[in-house]
């Protein structure tokens, strides 16, 4: 955990943020995969570790707004719990690490929350995304659980997004560390890749990483020869001459903090020329949305100078053609990219995802749903203390490349009869973890390989 004094600081700012009333945290619980007993890994609520930094299971927290009290509501362990668990400090103690003085046994909080209700005071919560949770708002305040997103606060949504986008110094520390292990991860990958290994053989690799480090993952590995897969979790193929393999790979630090880096290698250790070509054509779609990142900048434009730059390459490759600021501006770049060129990142490697995108990204207005820019997480002005992916890529996706061509879209824009020779080339991008400074941006972590000279210089380099 950091200071208590941080986590103090941060509700106070809340409270500042918000009106009158309480603010409800539910923390996570523990999340059964095939019996009670046998859990997931826990994962507490991003919020309520931003506000709490307690990282155990059963906790809710309530703020009153109005009289500036805080109260930890949670379960009191006993010596029967400690045969199974090993001695753990009492609530009082944990609260205390909080800066919390008040704690209370869960069974009071229906009471409480009563009480504030017949009073008719606001009670504001976070949209919640567990059913357990869902089940407990119906319980304490007869909220039902198809409504529940719905009847979130916004005013609670706007305060937290708008504390949680702008990251402090601790903060970036941790999610530096985060993206200097999520490095070794790929560099790992880089070393291991050759024909004949499996998928799997190289995830365990990139995983076992992210463990040896003291924390785990920040989502679900991406390890493909499908790279044209945006999220591909399978992990049973076989990698084989000739072919790429692309790593989607983040450490989550032990404070919960994320990195998400991606890279696309040769199997063989040398790129084709014709992977080559592509290659260059998203690291240099990449160079440009990473220097478009600055204070003040939408990172909606710095999303449509990677498209810009993806559909001037593929015009050179006789892909694209045309006017390509009209193909840009109508969407025909999407058969290539179809999805968001970065997004958030900070205790959740899609930050704050759960409070919706609307929010986070957009500042309450509406998305696009234009294909493609309806997947862009991230609209708004970029801040300084905003954290960031940059992730551009060119997919081949057949199954896309045969509908399009089937309804005929943007023939003006698009070689139909050239892309077809591409529909076996799979998908590739790289990522990296991006600061926004007071006058531009900083790439966090150890410098990852990026070029094609960089990959290749390392593929298979390690013994098996
Ligand atoms: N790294 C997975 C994603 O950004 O969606
Ligand atoms: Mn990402």
Redesign the pocket.
């Known amino acids: 955990m950091f200071d208590r004094d941080v986590y103090r600081a941060r509700r106070e700012g809340l409270r500042r943020g918000l009106g009158p009333g309480i603010a409800l945290f539910l923390g996570n619980d523990e999340s059964p995969m095939n019996y009670a007993d046998n859990t997931y890994r826990f994962r507490q609520d991003s919020s309520f570790l931003y506000y709490f930094g307690l990282d155990t299971a059963g906790l809710v927290a309530i703020i009153d707004l109005d009289e500036g009290t805080e109260t930890l509501y949670g379960p009191e362990l006993t010596v029967e719990d400690f045969v199974w668990t090993g001695p753990l400090p009492s609530l009082g103690d944990r609260a205390a690490l909080a800066g919390v003085e008040r704690v209370m046994a869960p069974a009071r909080l229906e009471e409480d929350l009563g009480r504030i209700r017949q009073a008719g005071r606001a009670v504001h919560f976070l949209p919640p995304y567990r059913p357990e949770n869902k089940l407990k708002l119906l319980a304490w305040l007869g909220v039902p659980p198809d409504r529940a997103s719905a009847e979130a606060s916004v005013p609670f949504i706007r305060a937290v997004v708008e504390q949680r986008s702008v990251k402090s110094p601790e903060e970036i520390a941790e999610i530096e560390k985060a993206v200097d292990i999520s490095v070794d991860m790929h560099l790992a990958a880089l070393r291991l890749v050759r024909p004949g290994f499996t998928e799997a053989r190289i995830a365990a690799a990139v995983h076992q990483v992210a463990l040896a480090a003291g924390g785990d993952l920040s989502?679900p590995i991406?390890a493909t020869v499908h790279g044209e897969v945006?999220?591909q979790h399978a992990q049973t193929e076989t990698l084989t001459s000739g072919g790429m393999f692309l790593l989607?790979a983040?450490a989550e630090t032990a404070l919960h903090y994320a990195g998400?880096l991606?890279t696309t290698m040769p199997v063989d250790g040398r790129f084709t020329d014709r992977q080559k070509d592509v290659y260059r054509i998203a690291l240099a779609a990449h160079e440009t949305a990473k220097s478009a990142l600055k204070p003040g900048a939408p990172h909606l434009d710095v999303h449509l100078a990677a498209c810009r730059m993806i559909a001037e390459g593929l015009k050179g490759l006789g892909l694209m053609k045309g006017d390509l600021d009209e193909a840009v501006r109508r969407g025909a770049h999407a058969l290539f990219f179809p999805c968001g060129e970065g997004?958030m990142m900070g205790l959740d490697?899609?930050d704050m995802e759960d409070l919706g995108e609307v929010y986070v990204g957009y500042e309450g207005r509406p998305k696009s749903t234009q294909f493609g820019l309806k997947s862009l997480r991230l609209a708004r002005p970029l801040r300084p203390g905003f954290v960031v992916?940059v992730?551009p890529g060119i997919y081949f996706i057949p199954q896309l490349i045969d509908q399009w061509r089937a309804e005929n879209r943007f023939p003006e824009h698009i070689d139909y009869d050239r892309v077809e020779a591409y529909k076996d080339f799979g998908g590739l991008r790289n990522?990296e973890d991006v600061l926004i400074t007071g006058n531009g941006h900083r790439v966090l972590g150890r410098k990852k390989p990026l070029t094609v000279e960089e990959i290749e210089a390392l593929v298979g380099k390690a013994d098996a």
Do not use: K, M
């Open positions: 989502f991406i945006l999220h989607d983040g998400d991606s997004h490697v899609h992916t992730e990522e």
